[in-house]
């Protein structure tokens, strides 16, 4: 871990500058909107475990450490360095942080309309055309990409409503993410035929609490059924019927942690006609009961799970 923390980064002013910015932003532990749209600054003060479906994403990790899991995927994001989500997926982060060290992190949540247009005007380097071997993969920030940050977070045009209308600072960011190595995975997700199963994915994500089939969603990706049970599976590590039951279960614990909603509530909201099968389900995820893993997640980092009015989850 070392090599993400030369002195030549950490030291740099660039990077005090975008963390003390941060920090201003953030008046206590949580998530917390910025003016960029889909743009997030989140922090946490104490050691924590965070459960969520996380977006198509990118994570810069400007202060703080955490250890993310991605099903059979595993992460490990030390201060100064950025992670790459492609596909929306259930996450498990174990957080390293404390009031003298917070975790401190902004959340790009991604458009591929955008990422899709970008890739097709910049071309791609065959030095850094790889796939990594995850949908999910990490790099070392730099003082570049630490002043991007800066300009974005400082830019007074914030609407993005068209490709023509978003603001430069915007675009110079997807640009120089794409043009690194783990913007290879971007690209080939805003292209056909994965651009189809991630708006598959993002389609079910929006309907969780609906019964659907994997023939639904396969013709939403405008696949067959083979490959796309294929394509899903290379993508995401899980079966789509595996993908669907943990969002289920990710979303009703999102419901009880920041809404108070009851387990019976919460099951029933997600699609579960049994309470008993829910509870057995979720016990087997998560270790405990909801009653008891949500008491406990609240006790030890309640400020974290206050309901925000976001227009995305995170």
């Not at 963390?19 to 953030?26: D, I, Q, R, W």
């Not at 387990?263 to 049994?274: D, I």
């Not at 008993?276 to 609240?298: A, C, G, I």
């Amino acid at each position: 871990m070392t090599d993400f923390l030369t002195p030549s980064i950490v030291g740099n002013p660039t990077v005090k500058s975008l963390v003390s910015k941060c920090m201003s932003m953030t008046p206590k532990p949580g998530r917390f909107k910025t003016d960029v749209n889909r743009l997030l600054v989140v922090r946490y003060d104490s050691d924590s475990i965070a459960t969520m479906v996380v977006k198509p994403s990118i994570f810069f990790i400007l202060q703080g450490f955490s250890h993310s899991e991605f099903a059979l995927n595993q992460k490990i994001t030390p201060p100064q360095s950025f992670l790459v989500i492609g596909p929306q997926l259930p996450m498990v982060a174990r957080i390293k942080a404390s009031k003298d060290n917070p975790l401190v992190v902004l959340v790009l949540h991604l458009d591929f309309q955008l990422l899709q247009a970008l890739s097709v005007m910049i071309s791609s380097n065959p030095k850094q055309d790889y796939y990594p071997g995850s949908w999910v993969t990490n790099g070392r920030m730099d003082v570049t990409m630490n002043q991007l940050l800066i300009n974005l977070l400082d830019c007074q045009a914030k609407t993005d409503t068209s490709f023509e209308q978003t603001p430069s600072e915007i675009l110079a960011l997807y640009s120089y993410v794409l043009s690194q190595p783990q913007g290879t995975i971007l690209r080939k997700l805003s292209a056909p035929p994965l651009l189809g199963l991630i708006n598959s994915i993002n389609w079910a994500n929006d309907r969780y609490n609906e019964q659907m089939s994997v023939a639904e969603l396969a013709k939403v990706a405008d696949m067959s059924l083979t490959s796309y049970h294929r394509h899903f599976k290379s993508v995401t590590t899980l079966s789509p019927l595996q993908y669907l039951k943990t969002v289920k279960l990710l979303e009703a614990r999102r419901l009880m942690l920041f809404y108070g909603k009851t387990a019976a509530h919460a099951a029933q909201y997600v699609g579960y006609e049994s309470p008993s099968q829910f509870n057995r389900e979720y016990k087997r995820f998560f270790t405990m009961p909801p009653h008891k893993e949500v008491s406990y997640t609240l006790y030890h980092n309640r400020p974290i799970y206050q309901p925000l009015s976001l227009t995305h989850r995170f």
